[in-house]
């Protein structure tokens, strides 16, 4: 260890002695705000003189060095702190103990950013002194993602020590006049960052398990919200020109619509219970449903006609179970369906006529999907397994076992190589199509992912699960891209640039590709639509659009005009928001 790094950390454990003294004599500490109460603990006190340690190590190496980055870190830590603000609305500290209570704005909390960025700047310099590369700025970022979210406030009272001798950082933060400089001073950095060769991952782990990771800026924003269903939407398709979206619904209609604009167009009448799939032909001429009522109903597009119901043998039904899922060959030919009887149909999409039955599951087959190139159909049932069948012969070449739940969606991707499940058991699993080898498996999810899609370009997965968390996903890295606030059903339009997801109650959500640096209009109307929500969404998920909209406009990641003018009215939506909130009078902001 060089004698600096023995320096930092003397710093370091001076301070966390100091965190401990503060417990003792304290005793219980809390904060609370408008996000509830959370308790303090000693440990998180003792952290807290940890990071006044670090912090005070930071400024000794800037005082010493005469190091302009560490005011870089303490100006990003500025912004935070006042951004965790107006997220949290009022804080205060409380210690019965010794009588302590005192109100916490934001001017405090932008000052306890600051002496955070400074303690992530003496980190960075431990770090570096102990030959790991890792700029402050990068440092910090890690540490504000775990401050910006709800599980991790009590993470950031340890810092509270901190800030109560901070008054000249206070000062020096009150009003935030720092942006213009610190916008520089991060150029700087990220210039110098440029020269930083990262280390080798030395992980082989086999098959490879990637977990959730942010690696970009959020890019897609819901741009309108679809409303006609009186009931949950099971199911979507969108048409292969992109311009036509149909929808199933348990209301039992099949509702169509203009993509583009968003206007309802006709809706299909006629299936006697809930609709739990559509597709829509190849040459976008024909739609398919099929329903609890156990029926399979055709209808042309463009004259909204009414073509045939699929009967097998002398059956007035399609299936002898619910229909949950209907696809057809890329050529068109054929129509394949799936059923709680645990069969799979094959059907001639002309004649309606039944070609072949398909038998192997033991349970519901819940999807089916067949391969661009028309070679390999793939189904997923609640027996927990995928089967592969080869179109040719129609024989089962391959059943794959490693899911822990139901199977419920299964997508090819466009190069008929890779196949994509979702489970019940909260995973999404890539496969070799024709060897069924695992390839990686997707863990981020929290309950059962009941639907994915893949972009066209095969770059992007959509997966969503059962409570209401819609995810993006690089397929080529397995890395979280986003968070979305969205049901299942999903589907990417053909150029890729819309996804269409299911809303809360009846409605659709359209999500729109936006570039974070190129946004050309200032967000308006209700607050609800300026979030990009539903208005009765839950205050969670108001939340987390919140947050994806802050780092998607504030000034601090884009300086245009039109991003600030958003900005202003992002911060008076959820403004709005709070106030209907406390109006309701709710208690827990997770609910």
């Known amino acids: 260890m060089t004698q600096n790094s023995k320096t930092g950390a003397a710093f370091i454990a001076v301070g966390t ?28 006190v003792v952290g807290a003189g940890a990071v006044t340690g670090a912090a005070a190590y930071g400024a000794f190496k800037a005082i010493a060095e005469g190091d302009t980055a560490a005011f870089a870190t303490m100006g990003i830590g500025a912004v935070g702190g006042a951004g965790v603000y107006s997220v949290v609305g009022g804080m205060g500290l409380v210690a019965p103990k010794v009588g302590l209570a005192f109100g916490i704005g934001t001017v405090p909390m932008a000052g306890l950013g600051a002496v955070v960025g400074l303690a992530a700047y003496g980190i960075a310099k431990l770090l570096d002194e102990s030959g790991i590369s890792e700029t402050p700025t990068q440092l910090f970022e890690r540490m504000e993602e775990k401050v910006l979210q709800m599980d991790y406030y009590s993470s950031a009272v340890m810092e509270l020590e901190a ?7 206070n000062q020096k933060f009150a009003v935030l006049e720092v942006e213009d400089e610190l916008q520089a001073l991060k150029a700087k950095f990220k210039k110098k960052s440029e020269f930083v060769t990262p280390k080798p991952s030395t992980r082989n782990i086999e098959p490879e398990i990637k977990s959730l990771t942010t690696e970009i800026p959020e890019t897609w924003r819901c741009v309108r919200t679809l409303k006609g269903h009186l009931a949950g939407v099971n199911a979507i398709a969108i048409s292969p020109d992109g311009t036509t979206l149909v929808s199933g619904s348990d209301d039992r209609q099949v509702n169509l619509w203009n993509l583009k604009t968003g206007k309802w167009l006709y809706t299909f009448s006629g299936q006697a219970e809930a609709v739990l799939s559509v597709a829509i032909s190849p040459d976008g001429q024909q739609i398919a449903s099929g329903s609890v009522d156990r029926k399979i109903s055709t209808w042309q ?17 399609s299936h002898n179970g619910f229909v949950n899922s209907v696809a057809y060959s890329p050529d068109g030919k054929i129509l394949a369906s799936g059923s709680t009887d645990k069969t799979i149909r094959i059907w001639g999409r002309y004649t309606g006529t039944l070609k072949r039955t398909l038998n192997g599951h033991s349970d519901a087959v819940l999807s089916v999907t067949i391969s661009p190139d028309g070679k390999i159909l793939a189904s997923g049932s609640a027996d927990k397994t995928i089967r592969l069948w080869d179109i040719k012969t129609w024989q089962q070449h391959c059943v ?16 008929s190589q890779t196949l994509i499940s979702s489970s019940t058991d909260t995973t999404i699993k890539l496969w070799n199509l024709y060897t069924g080898e695992l390839l990686s498996t997707l863990i981020g999810h929290s309950d059962a992912v009941l639907s994915v899609a893949i972009s066209p370009d095969g770059k992007t997965l959509a997966s969503a699960s059962r409570d209401g968390i819609i995810k ?38 359209i999500w729109s590709q936006m570039q974070s640096f ?74």
């Open 301 to 317: 597009m463009d004259t909204r006609k009414f073509l045939q119901t699929l009967f097998y043998l002398n059956s007035p039904y």
């Open 472 to 509: 993006l996903w690089n397929l080529h890295t397995g890395k979280l891209l986003q968070t979305l606030s969205g049901c299942s059903p999903v589907a990417f339009s053909s150029d890729g640039k819309i996804l269409v997801s299911g809303g809360n109650g009846g409605s659709l959500k």
């Open 17 to 44: 002695i100091a965190g401990a003294g503060v417990s003792a004599t304290v005793g219980g500490m809390g904060l609370a705000g408008g996000f509830g109460a959370v308790g303090i603990g000693t440990a998180p």
């Open 518 to 591: 190129k946004l050309d209009t200032v967000l308006s109307g209700e607050w609800w639509e300026v979030l990009g929500i539903d208005k009765g969404d839950r205050p969670k998920v108001v939340k987390l659009a919140y947050h994806q909209l802050a780092r998607l406009y504030h000034p601090d990641i884009n300086n245009s005009a039109i991003a600030k003018a958003s900005m202003q009215a992002i911060n008076q939506a959820y403004k709005e928001f709070q106030k209907q909130l406390n109006a309701h009078n709710y208690i827990n902001f997770d609910k």
């Open 400 to 415: 794959i076992t490693e899911h822990l739940a139901a199977v419920n969606t299964v997508v090819i991707s466009l190069d």
């Open 163 to 169: 800030f109560l001798t901070g008054e000249d950082l």
